[in-house]
């Protein structure tokens, strides 16, 4: 592999891994805001909503992530 092509595999794992980390504080803030109250108002539900989609984000990130950086050290 060329020293060019594994500093653009490096540069998109760091990517991929800064934003894997912002979808999961943005899934546990949302998390929080669902859990503050027992109110089952239907912002409520929404902010569940969206952090289980943010939650599939996160993981499939996670999976890309994961793969970029095994194509990168597989020679």
């Known amino acids: 592999m060329s ?6 595999l490096s540069c998109q794992v760091d990517r991929l891994t800064d934003i894997h980390n912002a979808l999961t504080l ?5 998390y ?3 859990d503050s109250t027992g109110d ?3 912002t409520h539900a929404d ?4 952090a289980e989609g943010a939650g599939w984000l996160v993981h499939s990130i996670a999976r890309v992530r994961d793969g970029v950086a095994g194509a990168r050290n597989y020679e």
């Open 3 to 8: 020293a060019a092509t594994d500093d653009v």
């Open 26 to 30: 943005l899934m546990r803030e949302l």
């Open 32 to 34: 929080e805001r669902s």
């Open 40 to 42: 089952p108002a239907p």
């Open 47 to 50: 902010c569940y909503a969206w």
